[in-house]
């Protein structure tokens, strides 16, 4: 009755409050585009909204990291964090495309790249496919075991993963990349005409954003987000959440490594620098609080796109690379500073 009245009652708070937010975070997506354009007709005499290959880019862009930040959402509203799912991305890159080479062809060696024989014969691609999940699932039990079992704080522990896999990114093929997949591999990047991402991203984040809001897994996640203490007294095992939380947060990052792979046909060691920061923008853009218990799936995938307009706009404008960083950074505080205020006005109310 008491885990009732405590999981129901957060989900009940979460139900009554983020379509507001949501909408606060469409008319930005709104508001964002529609200053483009504007500008695009002042300074180019160019649309920059009906550009179909513009369009496409800005969600094929946000697509790989979207995937990433689907998980991350979910870490953030019990009141965590994840810094380890760029260098996630990385190690698991790196391993499953080993997994996933087309073997010798061509005369080409790529013996100097992987740990099997010359002459080996092409894998099933399920096999990569297992190993990437595997890869991400022990990283993120390891960030959950971590932070539950030992209370290290969530940034110091998932910092610890992100030097941690990135060292294994570097040291599983001597820093060398790993190319040539196989081509039933290539369909995860490739396929469906190319928006194989896209749909990826989409579905996942449909069947999240459901998890969250109807099942028994939501209910405990916002709850813990809410009032961990209250969670634990109301029956939760907390503990064991949290395992599970990371856990999916890791296998969505290593979902994102094998389409980035796929994608670009290679694997590198640098793959995924930085993706965790911009994942943790899309949430929080999205209107996700950091300081847990609030905030939606849906609101992350809008963050997102935000992301991707404000990203695709600068570049249409010809504004450079650097002055993109620090304007991102802007975003991201901007919008810190709005969750906050929010916060401090529902603590007033």
């Not at 940034?155 to 570097?170: D, H, K, P, Q, Y």
């Not at 209910?219 to 203490?229: D, L, R």
Request: positive net charge.
């Amino acid at each position: 009755m008491s885990e009732a009245i405590s999981t129901g009652g957060a989900l009940e708070r979460q139900a009554r409050r983020p379509r507001a937010a949501e909408w606060n975070v469409l008319m930005a997506l709104v508001g964002i585009t529609a200053i483009f354009e504007v500008l695009g007709w002042i300074l180019y005499g160019q649309s920059f909204v009906w550009n179909a290959q513009r369009l496409y880019i800005i969600i094929l862009q946000v697509s790989i990291v979207g995937i990433i930040a689907v998980g991350v959402t979910q870490v953030i509203l019990t009141g965590g964090i994840d810094l380890s799912s760029g260098s996630i991305v990385g190690a698991t890159a790196m391993i499953a495309m080993s997994f996933a080479q087309a073997g010798m062809r061509n005369g080409q060696d790529f013996t100097q790249a992987v740990f099997w024989a010359e002459g080996w014969v092409d894998l099933p691609v399920i096999v990569p496919l297992v190993v990437a999940l595997a890869c991400g699932l022990l990283a993120g039990v390891v960030n959950g075991a971590l932070i539950a079992y030992t209370k290290i704080p969530p940034f110091i522990a998932t910092l610890g993963m992100m030097v941690s896999a990135r060292g294994v990114a570097n040291w599983w093929t001597k820093g060398q990349p790993v190319s040539n997949p196989t081509e039933a591999y290539t369909f995860f990047g490739n396929g469906l005409r190319g928006f194989m991402p896209v749909v990826t991203f989409l579905v996942l984040a449909a069947l999240f954003q459901l998890a969250l809001t109807y099942t028994k897994y939501g209910k405990h996640t916002y709850a813990i987000g809410s009032n961990a203490e209250a969670a634990r007294i109301s029956g939760i095992n907390v503990e064991r959440h949290l395992v599970l939380v990371y856990a999916i947060a890791g296998v969505l990052a290593a979902i994102a490594a094998v389409v980035v792979t796929s994608k670009n046909l290679t694997a590198q060691a640098s793959m995924g620098v930085m993706y965790e920061l911009d994942a943790i923008a899309m949430a929080v853009i999205g209107g996700i609080s950091l300081s847990g218990g609030r905030g939606s799936i849906i609101g992350t995938v809008l963050g997102a796109l935000i992301f991707g307009v404000i990203i695709s706009g600068f570049t249409f404008l010809k504004i450079d690379a650097f002055y993109q960083q620090m304007i991102k950074g802007v975003i991201i505080v901007g919008a810190v500073i709005l969750d906050q205020a929010r916060q401090r006005k529902r603590g007033r109310g």
